[in-house]
């Protein structure tokens, strides 16, 4: 927590506390609503919520949330462990992380067909100078030959092989460099292996900032009885069996639809059902 928090040795507790409430308050800022009140009024950050007894902070996060005070306490478990994950991380070099960011990306996975596909259409822009291609990526449960990918376009793809049993990377070489501030869109296909081999889930883990994801799942006929949504989860929890989301009805034409703004890098985004996945990065 010192170093996470920047307290040096000399620093009195008038400083040790303004140094880490505002080092929680900013790794907050990128947790759900819910996390971030409960989080937030647990430590008597919140205004509203400095009271004495922790009883009395929860009991004021439960109102303002509309929650019950046991589901807020599970609330500030789950808080805990992302700003713990959160101000352990690495920051992120400048090459990795401020050559580009994402500010808007639609992803649509169609399932009611033989050959699942997921559209990506993506707004990147340049935080440099000179942005010649972009590294992405792309998790599913299987080899590399039965994934079909087509640009419709922005620019030309790049294989940079599998990174790991399932993740394959892939670059975007795009017509020319973009300057700083400069905005550029693209559209892809993954064409995936048949449903039965697709994963039950489909969740953007971006390793840039992403400012909003617009994710769209048609189940068609063959809908499933429970979708939990991904909100800033953990990675782990994409596949978990005790993970619980918040559940998410599927419409009457067998769509899901859902909306995520300010996304963490690292964290997870999207949706995990009951039956029958593709990874975003």
């Known amino acids: 927590m010192r170093s996470a928090c920047v307290v040096a040795g000399d620093d009195d507790q008038v400083a040790i506390r303004a140094k880490?409430?505002?080092?929680?308050?900013?790794?907050?800022?990128?947790?759900?609503?819910?996390?971030?009140?409960?989080?937030?009024?647990?430590?008597?950050i919140s205004a509203e919520a400095r009271?004495?007894?922790?009883?009395?902070?929860?009991?004021?996060?439960?109102?303002?949330?509309?929650?019950?005070?046991?589901?807020?306490?599970?609330?500030?478990?789950?808080?805990?462990?992302?700003?713990?994950?959160?101000?352990?991380?690495?920051?992120?070099?400048?090459?990795?992380?401020?050559?580009?960011?994402t500010a808007a990306l639609a992803v649509t996975m169609v399932l009611d067909q033989p050959e699942p596909e997921v559209f990506e259409q993506r707004r990147v822009v340049a935080d440099e100078d000179g942005v010649r291609s972009l590294d992405l990526a792309i998790s599913f449960p299987a080899g590399r030959g039965d994934l079909s990918v087509?640009?419709?376009?922005?620019?030309?793809?790049?294989?940079?092989?599998?990174a790991t049993d399932d993740r394959w990377g892939y670059g975007l070489e795009?017509?020319?460099?973009?300057?700083?501030?400069?905005?550029?869109?693209?559209?892809?296909?993954?064409?995936?292996?048949?449903?039965?081999m697709v994963r039950p889930h489909l969740v953007c883990?971006?390793?840039?900032?992403?400012?909003?994801l617009d994710l769209r799942v048609r189940f068609g006929l063959e809908r499933p009885s429970d979708v939990r949504v991904l909100e800033g989860a953990f990675q782990r929890d994409v596949t978990t069996p005790t993970f619980r989301g918040r559940r998410h009805?599927?419409?009457?034409?067998?769509?899901?639809?859902?909306?995520?703004?300010?996304?963490?890098?690292?964290?997870?985004?999207g949706a995990r059902w009951d039956g029958r996945s593709?990874?975003?990065q």
């Open 150 to 162: 087509t640009v419709f376009y922005g620019g030309t793809v790049v294989d940079r092989g599998m």
């Open 51 to 101: 009271q004495p007894l922790y009883q009395d902070r929860i009991r004021w996060a439960a109102q303002h949330l509309d929650r019950d005070p046991r589901t807020v306490r599970r609330r500030v478990d789950e808080a805990i462990e992302v700003l713990a994950e959160l101000a352990s991380a690495p920051s992120p070099s400048p090459a990795e992380g401020d050559r580009w960011h």
């Open 205 to 212: 883990v971006p390793r840039h900032p992403c400012e909003a």
């Open 174 to 196: 795009l017509p020319h460099p973009l300057s700083r501030g400069e905005q550029w869109e693209f559209g892809i296909r993954f064409r995936l292996p048949p449903a039965s």
């Open 278 to 280: 593709a990874d975003l």
């Open 20 to 44: 880490v409430t505002d080092r929680l308050t900013e790794l907050a800022s990128h947790l759900p609503e819910d996390l971030r009140v409960a989080a937030l009024a647990a430590f008597g």
């Open 249 to 269: 009805p599927v419409d009457s034409a067998g769509d899901v639809h859902l909306r995520f703004r300010h996304l963490t890098p690292g964290l997870a985004y």
